[in-house]
């Protein structure tokens, strides 16, 4: 069984993995990675060159092609949720958790934010105007959900190697 970590950018997505994939001595895969690898440039470069919805194209080939895996952590990218076909892919094989955080934590740590733009909003309209498009997806495709607003990350941590256990049992 692999282990997954959905949510907004600045929930701790990528933090919480890298604990997790030490602690359960896993590989850890990060979407966002494999995409810069495929495509051979930056996430940001790769948007603005080719946009959006070819990055989504790119991103859903990843997703299945790591959800035959095993054993693995996945560092996936916010935006997974919004095709259902990684959504599907993922379920497979992987136990899916969702971390969330409230707006003043995730401008906190997203204050030198290099990612591209996902709206033409400004920064806090943005955050708030995503949040809500995707907050049912995230909600339908977790398995678990953890609020990372006031928690180290070793307690969510914690928390995830709970849920782990408890769905091995």
């Known amino acids: 069984m692999n282990i997954a970590l959905i949510g907004f950018r600045g ?5 919480l993995c890298r ?7 896993r590989k850890l895969i990060s979407t966002d990675e494999e995409i810069e690898k495929r495509t051979k440039m930056s ?6 060159k080719y946009g959006w919805e070819r990055f ?6 990843v997703i299945e092609s790591i959800s035959d895996f095993d054993d693995c952590v996945f560092d996936t990218g916010g935006g997974i949720i919004m095709r259902n076909e990684n959504i599907i892919n993922l379920k497979k094989n992987t136990l899916i958790v969702l971390l969330t955080a409230d707006i ?7 204050k030198n934010n290099k990612r591209p ?19 049912e ?3 339908t495709a977790a398995d678990y959900a953890i609020d990372t ?21």
């Open 104 to 110: 003043k934590t995730i401008t906190s740590r997203l």
């Open 137 to 139: 997806r995230y909600k």
């Open 19 to 25: 604990l997790l994939a030490n602690r359960l001595d």
């Open 56 to 61: 989504r194209e790119i991103e859903a080939d």
């Open 11 to 15: 929930t701790g997505k990528t933090t």
């Open 43 to 48: 996430i940001a470069k790769f948007v603005k």
């Open 117 to 135: 733009a996902l709206t033409k909003s400004n920064y806090l309209d943005e955050i708030k105007d995503v949040l809500k498009e995707r907050e």
């Open 149 to 169: 607003s006031r928690l180290a990350p070793e307690e969510a941590c914690d928390l995830i190697m709970h849920y782990v256990q408890m769905e091995m049992q």
